[in-house]
């Protein structure tokens, strides 16, 4: 059972915009389960506060930018990707500025005040999107591609190539986020000498210099033209008769691993938590944003994910558990076993087979499970979350009192297992319980309803 996560205490940054140049305070400040990751410009009226939410990414030239009506705010992935790493679900970043701090180029500094800050856990429980099939976007007209496979954690191999004498192929992965902190977080972004004019042009990297960034010199220039360079960017003059690394490196393959960084916070963008392993080829802001986009479509379709079923694993409560928490019985029974129960929600299952009896008059020619028995199968789950709390659960029923908003979405037929996910929307108070269910059959949700139920003794 994985808890929401937030940061102990507050910490602040101070250092220069990468594009702007400017001078930014960055301020982490905790947040209440369920808030999410949120970045508020302070420094404007009214205090605007943009989700940190793939729809709302709108550039991804050096850096990813995140925008709402005229408000945004850019190069947010590297703090994004130590929250991710961190397992950090709610947090309010507080920003006097249109972008981050770059500080080195890495998320090293991001990684220090976190483990001094110390990260505490809350009661609300974690919701992860758990990749069920192959997910593959690729960016066209560019060898860029992000594939998705499922995994039961999160994992992530990154391959780079470049037409270049000094940076060719590289490859870096990160099998276990526990290891970010010492295997990623130090890898600072890269620039080639030959794209910086094209930058200034455009009006970015304000802030840039040698301490922020790994910089690499591949195409010979003149020393006058190189000399012209670095005086724009008010640097040392620089030896231009040989190509190499003007900076000295945190690791053998640190523009790989920078790039792995890069993946995590953008991806960290879907609002949730990954479930699967992460295979990037030539990835940047715009393929990675783009496959966030791609899975945010795919949450906002469905309000839930169906929870994960694995037939093999032991059930936590058996039909004869059930019996002894629900008075009901057979034909009225209508759920076989628990695979999953938290605090708040419960996960049960029912397999529908045509011996059924309702399916004799339900209809003899087109057997379909009643929609009234899909809702009584959830209230029954619902029942059993609330009652499985209770000491001498046995001498208490649940009646419902109320039955809200209910939806059928497809038909339920003989051979369908059925997956019912209850969750509480408040806490009992005064012996009423109030939940959401969901019934799924294959990954789709068939029905939901909202409930209202009575904890009652027994007399």
């Known amino acids: ?63 990813t930018v995140l925008q709402k009506g005229d408000i945004q705010v850019s190069t947010v992935e590297h703090a994004l990707a130590t929250l991710y790493a961190y397992g950090i679900d709610n947090c309010m970043l ?16 991001f990684v220090q005040k976190i483990e001094e800050a110390g990260i505490e ?3 609300a429980d974690k919701d992860y999107y758990i990749v069920r099939k192959k997910i593959e976007y690729t960016l066209p007209d560019s060898g860029s591609r992000i594939t998705i496979l499922p995994d039961d954690t999160f994992s992530l191999d990154v391959h780079i190539g470049f037409k270049s004498p000094v940076l060719g192929n590289q490859f870096a992965s990160l099998d276990n986020l526990e290891d970010f902190g010492t295997e990623i977080s130090s890898a600072r972004t890269f620039v080639f000498v030959r794209e910086i004019e094209p930058l200034l042009s455009m009006n970015l990297i304000k802030g840039g210099d040698l301490k922020n960034a790994v910089v690499i010199y591949d195409e010979v220039m003149s020393q006058e033209v190189m000399d012209g360079l670095t005086d724009k960017l008010n640097q040392e003059h620089i030896d231009a008769s040989i190509p190499r690394y003007l900076t000295t490196l945190n690791y053998e393959n640190e523009p790989a691993r920078h790039k792995l960084l890069d993946v995590i916070g953008d991806l960290s963008l879907i609002g949730k938590p990954i479930k699967g392993k992460v295979i990037a080829r030539y990835p940047g802001h715009k393929v990675n944003t783009d496959t966030a986009k791609l899975i945010r479509k795919e949450i906002k379709k469905q309000e839930i994910q169906a929870p994960v079923y694995d037939d093999t694993v032991p059930p936590l409560i058996d039909i004869n558990g059930i019996k002894k928490l629900l008075p009901h019985r057979w034909p009225f029974l209508l759920v076989d076993k628990i695979i999953d129960i938290k605090t708040s929600a419960i996960v049960g299952v029912k397999n529908v087979t045509g011996n059924e009896t309702f399916f004799a008059g339900h209809f003899p ?70 939940m959401k269910g969901y019934a799924f059959v294959g990954g789709k949700i068939v029905a939901e309803a909202e409930f209202m139920a009575q904890i009652v003794r027994n007399k």
């Open 94 to 109: 507080e920003v006097n500025a249109p972008e981050f701090p770059i500080l080195d180029g890495s998320a090293k500094y």
């Open 365 to 434: 020619e087109e057997p379909v499970m009643p929609g009234v028995l899909l809702v009584e199968a959830m209230a029954q789950t619902g029942g059993l979350l609330v009652l499985h709390g209770l000491e001498d659960a046995e001498k208490y029923s649940t009646y419902f009192l109320k039955i809200d908003n209910v939806k059928f979405r497809q038909k339920v037929v003989p051979g369908d297992t059925l997956i019912f996910h209850l969750e509480m929307t408040e806490p009992v108070r005064r012996g009423c319980a109030i």
């Open 1 to 63: 059972m994985s808890k929401q996560r937030t940061i102990k205490q507050a910490f602040t940054f101070e250092g220069k915009g990468l594009h702007t140049g400017l001078q930014i305070t960055l301020t982490f400040q905790p947040a209440p389960p369920n808030h999410g990751v949120k970045i508020k410009r302070i420094d404007l009226p009214e205090q605007p506060v943009i989700d940190a939410l793939a729809e709302h990414v709108t550039h991804t030239v050096r850096g």
């Open 121 to 123: 856990e809350q009661e």
